[in-house]
């Protein structure tokens, strides 16, 4: 059994409250703190060197269900959900990523996770970018899996967007979520094209974890805008921490060409995975989990920058 790491005393602002919700992780334990106003829920588990996992939109703390265990072995990885997502109190107004940005690094200064590598799915990379952009003490090396943000920020991404965020479609299909996950056909017409490039091939529970968001949810819409309000480009400069970005080959939602100028512009290296769709992290979460490994294995060897 991994043991669970104790808990910190937390700045004063960011007070620990207790929570008595179902894990959703193995081995890890549910937290939540009070950042500017918004309770932020988070998973904590595992022990050594800090780690911090960020889901995109419309995603939680259990997308990272196959991946987070078995990196848990080796370091204290912290999960935390983003304000609006899953059981995180909403924030009042968010015209740009910078309060999503903001909410992680309170998670992080709670744990004393400071600096850390982040991984970050989606939007979670481009809220990873945001961070480091503003912090460079704070985040030591970034792995963008399909980091939302370039392609995102087009009329297209913004009526996309807008449109699942009234609608929230999802949340109809989550509240039927194990008949739709153990359903070939559910699955095809749930990640089909979109999310995941075989879904015939994809875990009908990790399905089940990725449609278990939408009907917890209370508002994803402002995370939405402000992403597609949000272009990346023009402060990549001031991400000088190790990069690594990581995408599906068959990625229609966020394209490899998007990685490609990601990797260009952070003059990172690009790892292409094959046959794989935008959901990386639940359809190859072993390569996922290799790729991460390696990348921290080569920030150990380096050091952090200074």
Known sequence: MRPVPPK??????????????KLDLPGFEERAIEAGGTRLRYLVGGAGPPLLLVHG???????????APDLAATRRVI???????????????????EPFAAAVLAVAEAERAVPAPWVGHSLGGLVALRAAAARPDAVSGIVLAAAAGISSASRVGEVTVTVLGVLRPGRLVGLRRRQVARSRLGRRLAFGWWGVA????????MAEAFLAGPPQHTDTLTAGRALVASDPRAELDRVICPCLCLWGSEDHWVPLEDGMEYARRLRAPLRAIADCGHLSVGERPDVVTRAIGDFLARLDSVGSPA
């Not at 910190?8 to 919700?21: G, N, R």
């Not at 075989?198 to 529970?205: H, V």
Request: avoid cysteine; aromatic fraction near 4%.
């Open 57 to 67: 939109l419309g995603g939680l703390a259990s997308n990272w269900r196959l991946i």
């Open 8 to 21: 910190h005393s937390s700045p004063k602002e960011y007070a620990l409250v207790a929570t008595e919700s």
């Open 198 to 205: 075989d879904t015939d091939a994809l875990d009908p529970e």
């Open 79 to 97: 999960v935390p959900e983003l304000p609006g997502h899953g059981r995180s109190g909403r924030i009042a107004a968010a015209p740009t990523i």
